[in-house]
């Protein structure tokens, strides 16, 4: 057991790291966002519980709660430290010492700085849809719990019905033109590496499933270093299914590994290219009924609004290193197994997608 000095020590560790963290991302943020406006404040970890961050204009200081840092996801400190320097830009650039602290020059300033409401990213509920998307998702539901029969041939065919049902419904939308009610969402953990495996999941689930995905550069204050995570935009029932569907693929393709390897058809150092066969197979398989549906007149082309606020919500993007499997059987094996993959609920006792496709427990 450690010494009360030893844990001082390792403490003030934590301390100067987060501090230099936080003084890096508001250096960023006045940079990329605010064109260097502001002056750099004074900025410390504050011992309080009462309040996530603050804004001081006597002594220019800036204070985020140490136990935010050790309780949340850095993105929400990172909302916290930009809805502080708002409060700082409103006061020392807008000069709005004669409105209330969450005025008109404060709002223009989160408008700069890109803060979302309280609880964007992360778990959706379900009045985020719309009654007409919540009815949607419930027949989705319907037929994905269809996906689960022991008969293939019905399987299959409920998952083809759910594909349509939500290709028709998205071109519905889109071509009614209205305005679009763009979210985030965080999926998945904070890695330092991003797996060949994620990165095909990723591209699965912005070819097929009407949703955009970047992944984002995120701190990890435990670890004391940066790794990256997934966060996808579109529509709130979108991101209902696109997160159902991540979580479903992450988990078969575990399952199906384990079970090619007790067949003895995988061995444990082909596990990498096993995992991306059956992910290239269950590919094969939406594109096959994306080609169906096109020729029965439902064409997607994407989706420019989701484009353009994905590019307004990030800004500039840059692309992953290029990762392939290698030709060899466990590839081979892997595409046989995912393309007999069915889409289907639940995917454990309690799915970690969202509140309307969760399964039960």
């Not at 444990?268 to 009924?289: H, I, P, Q, S, T």
Request: hydrophobic residues 40%; proline residues 4%; contains cysteine.
């Amino acid at each position: 057991m450690s010494s009360p000095a030893q844990r001082g020590e390792e403490r003030a560790v934590f301390d100067r790291a987060w501090v230099e963290q936080l003084r890096s991302e508001w250096r960023n943020a006045n940079r990329e966002l605010l064109k260097s406006a502001l002056m750099p404040p004074v900025i410390m970890l504050d011992e309080t519980t009462a309040r996530l961050g603050s804004w001081q204009a006597v002594g220019r200081l800036l204070t985020i709660a140490r136990a935010h840092i050790e309780r949340d996801p850095w993105r929400e400190v990172l909302d916290t430290l930009r809805h502080e320097m708002a409060h700082q830009y409103a006061h020392e650039v807008l000069r709005a010492t004669d409105e209330s602290a969450h005025g008109p020059a404060f709002a223009h300033a989160c408008a700069m700085l890109r803060v979302r409401p309280r609880g964007d990213v992360g778990a959706a509920h379900e009045g985020d849809a719309d009654p007409d998307a919540a009815r949607i998702i419930e027949r989705v539901q319907k037929l994905l719990a269809l996906g689960a029969s022991d008969n293939r041939h019905e399987a299959e065919a409920a998952m083809a019905a759910a594909h349509r049902l939500l290709l028709a419904h998205n071109l519905a939308l889109q071509a009614a033109a209205g305005d679009p009610n763009y979210k985030r969402r965080a999926v998945g953990p904070v890695t330092v590496a991003v797996s060949l495996r994620s990165k095909l999941v990723t591209s699965i689930l912005t070819d097929y499933f009407f949703v955009e995905a970047v992944w984002m550069n995120e701190y990890i204050p435990q670890r004391m270093r940066t790794g990256r995570r997934l966060e996808l935009l579109g529509k709130a029932h979108d991101l209902e299914l696109a997160c159902y569907v991540h979580d479903f693929l992450h988990a078969a393709v575990e399952r199906l590994f384990r079970e090619a390897r007790r067949r003895g058809e995988v061995a444990g150092d082909g596990r990498r290219d096993y995992e991306a066969g059956v992910l290239m197979g269950f590919r094969n398989k939406l594109r096959d009924e994306r080609t169906v549906q096109a020729a029965r007149g439902l064409v997607w082309v994407g989706d420019g609004d989701l484009d353009r606020y994905l590019r307004t919500e990030i800004g500039r993007l840059s692309r992953l290193p290029a990762t392939g499997p290698r030709l060899s059987t466990a590839l081979d094996v892997g595409r046989r197994d995912g393309a007999s993959l069915t889409l289907h609920r639940p995917v454990t006792a309690s799915a970690r997608g969202g509140g309307l496709l969760r399964g039960p427990g």
